[in-house]
């Protein structure tokens, strides 16, 4: 089974900003924080800059509880990363409850901050009482130690070389002794069986729509916890499912995060740009598997021009190829298109982006190379 190297430990004076991506625009998305509005997307330096902006900006009248980057706008929440204080915000609420207690905002947010682990009953009222609002907060942040366990357990998988149904669980009951880390054993877990379905290997009796479904529902849950290696596999998950977007948080997968920048700024652009192969100045010192798909894209994604152009036929039958999910297929017609583009042949571009017209994450481009199609022969 393929499997793609990581950070394990990152610097964070220097991760990210240190690799070097030959042929690609710089990235503007790999600064370490960026804090996005919810609502207009607009970036900003500090949390409180974007905090103080999006009730500004975007006026809002109920009640909301605000944890971190999440307006909670569901009646039960679970908090598995550490908040601060100042990131815990009671807005539009005249009253704030405790477990029934009337307490100030700033005790709320002291109080769920300070809190590793428990089950809390939040109340928020408006103005005069009006509207109230309830949740039912889960505080499940791992400790330290916990998550180091979990992360060891999952290093074992690499040793075999080989990840099957039988190892996953193998894999849960080792780590079950992470009390506090339970959710980020399940998101691990869900990604494992989610990849072993893609695959159909294994001995899984999942089908590749189940894995898709186990895929997402890891990249949720470990999108919300702050370690590496959940940064790692959710960063994965983006880019089966062709979220692009979501690449701030790859600076531990440097492979991953320049194929994620590639077609980011295809997708935003419509541009595209021969595909760069980047060089960190360390070598990556854990591994997460990988399905074989995003492991034979991501290996063409590292290779010189030269090189996959002699890949080009291979490129074209997956895009086709009924075992791989559209999303992969999608993802080689855009590099088939690009190889053809590159290579100055606008017809064969433009017969592939035909391809891609409709895809919502890739018309834009295809729009283009559809033009510049008719252009040339015109
Ligand atoms: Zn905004």
């Known amino acids: 089974m393929p499997f793609l190297p990581y950070y394990d430990h990152i610097d964070p004076g220097q991760g990210g900003s240190s690799m070097v991506i030959p042929e690609l625009p710089r990235p503007v998305l790999n600064r370490q924080h960026v804090f996005t509005c919810p609502v207009c997307h607009q970036s900003f330096a500090s949390y409180e800059d974007r905090f103080q902006h999006r009730f500004e900006a975007h006026p809002y009248q109920r009640p909301l509880l605000v944890l971190g980057a999440h307006e909670v706008t569901t009646p039960r929440f679970v908090v598995t990363t550490a908040l601060s204080p100042e990131q815990i915000k009671a807005v539009n609420a005249e009253t704030c409850r405790l477990d029934g207690k009337t307490i100030t905002a700033k005790t709320l947010a002291r109080r769920l901050a300070e809190a590793k682990s428990g089950f809390f009953k939040v109340e928020l009222a408006g103005t005069q009482g009006k509207i109230t609002v309830s949740y039912e907060i889960s505080i499940e942040v791992a400790s330290d130690a916990h998550a180091f366990l979990v992360e060891q357990e999952f290093a074992r998988l690499y040793s075999p070389g080989v990840v099957s149904v039988a190892s996953v669980s193998a894999f849960i009951r080792a780590a079950s002794e992470a009390r506090t880390a339970r959710r980020y054993v399940d998101g691990l877990a869900a990604y494992l069986y989610g990849i072993l379905a893609k695959d159909q290997r294994g001995d899984t009796t999942l089908s590749q729509e189940q894995g898709r479904a186990r895929l997402n529902e890891a990249g949720q849950t470990l999108s919300e916890i702050g370690r590496p290696l959940a940064a790692a596999v959710a960063g994965i998950v983006s880019f089966q499912s062709n979220a692009f977007s979501r690449n701030e948080r790859l600076a531990a997968v440097p492979r991953l995060q320049s ?97 891609f017209r409709h895809d919502p994450v890739f018309s834009r481009l295809a729009e283009r190379l559809i033009s510049s199609e008719k252009e040339s022969s015109a």
Not at 268 to 293: F, K, M
């Open 259 to 355: 194929a994620m920048s590639w077609f980011e700024s295809v997708r935003t652009s419509g541009q595209q740009l021969i595909v760069g192969r980047e060089d960190g100045p360390i070598t990556p010192n854990a591994c997460v598997p990988l399905d074989s798909a995003t492991d034979e894209i991501l290996a063409w994604m590292e290779m010189p021009h030269d090189r996959l152009r002699g890949h080009t036929k291979q490129i074209a039958k997956r895009g086709q190829q009924d075992d791989w999910l559209p999303e992969d297929r999608i993802k080689a017609k855009v590099l088939l298109a690009a190889i053809h583009e590159t290579e100055g042949d606008a017809g064969q571009a433009g017969k592939v982006a035909r391809d």
